[in-house]
């Protein structure tokens, strides 16, 4: 099949505070801060995506997304991750080799590997 529809570039998360999420990924995560209209929304760089942190109407449901950076070393992401705090969790596969997995306050998982694997493939 044919890419029809083009890359993405931005992905939304729901979140119950825009200041919060905003503080972990650019304060503590070092993403930088594209724009921001407080209390309502914030854009991250991710680097090619974007991330738009936009609060969540009452009652909506938050978390249970991931988001999955390729690395070219894990070691050293896992390294960085330890050195700003940030809880990870280290995971091994027979066919998807190791993976780091840590959250955001929001449930979100953020995974980091060094190759990407389909769950189909």
């Known amino acids: 099949m044919r890419e029809v529809?083009?890359?993405?570039?931005?992905?939304?998360f729901p979140v119950?505070?825009?200041a919060r999420s905003?503080?972990?990924?650019?304060?503590?995560?070092?993403?930088?801060l594209m724009q921001e209209?407080?209390?309502?929304?914030?854009?991250?760089n991710l680097g090619t995506l974007r991330?738009?942190?936009?609060?969540a109407p009452e009652g909506r449901a938050v978390g249970g997304a991931s988001i999955v950076f390729q690395t070219r070393n894990l070691a050293r992401t896992a390294k960085e991750l330890a050195e700003k705090g940030i809880a990870f969790e280290h995971h091994t596969g027979p066919r998807?080799?190791?993976?780091?997995?840590?959250?955001d306050p929001d449930g979100n998982s953020i995974v980091f590997a060094e190759r990407i694997v389909s769950e189909r493939a």
């Open 5 to 12: 529809f083009g890359g993405a570039r931005a992905v939304t």
């Open 22 to 32: 905003r503080r972990f990924w650019v304060e503590r995560m070092g993403f930088r």
């Open 51 to 55: 991330l738009i942190l936009e609060a």
């Open 16 to 18: 119950r505070s825009v």
């Open 37 to 44: 209209r407080a209390g309502h929304q914030a854009v991250v």
């Open 96 to 103: 998807k080799g190791d993976w780091i997995e840590a959250g």
